[in-house]
């Protein structure tokens, strides 16, 4: 399964931004999902994550609140609808298949080029 992301973009402080990772393959229903993000001169973070269903979520407490993660799997795709960004969110955001909600510290596959978000104040 490969995994692209895309709607990365431009806005300003406070804005909103809706992100998509669309899958190829036949078996992104059978795989927990989730969002990184990596800011320049950083380490890449964990942002949210969904499972198989989408009926569990989780979310980095940088974004609780403010970023919403949802998937459908008849499209193959995973959403994150950020709202109320912040310079601070300002980072490349990636997805990637997850051994579990519950474990976001490795990821199945190779990380993708993301999708760069720019938040300005």
């Known amino acids: 399964v490969q995994l692209q992301a895309s709607g990365g973009g431009l806005v300003q402080a406070g804005g909103s931004l809706r992100l998509s990772c669309a899958a190829s393959?036949?078996?992104?229903?059978?795989?927990?999902v989730g969002w990184f993000r990596q800011a320049l001169e950083k380490e890449r973070e964990f942002v949210a994550a969904?499972?198989?269903?989408?009926?569990?979520?989780r979310y980095a407490d940088s974004v609780k609140g403010r970023f919403t993660i949802s998937r459908d799997n008849a499209k193959k795709t995973m959403y994150l609808q950020m709202n109320s960004l912040k310079p601070e969110d300002t980072a490349v955001y990636h997805c990637a298949r997850l051994p579990s909600i519950m474990d976001v510290t490795w990821i199945f596959g190779s990380w993708g080029p993301g999708t760069q978000v720019t938040v300005y104040s």
């Open positions: 393959g036949r078996t992104f229903k059978n795989y927990d």
């Open positions: 969904v499972s198989v269903g989408g009926e569990s979520t």
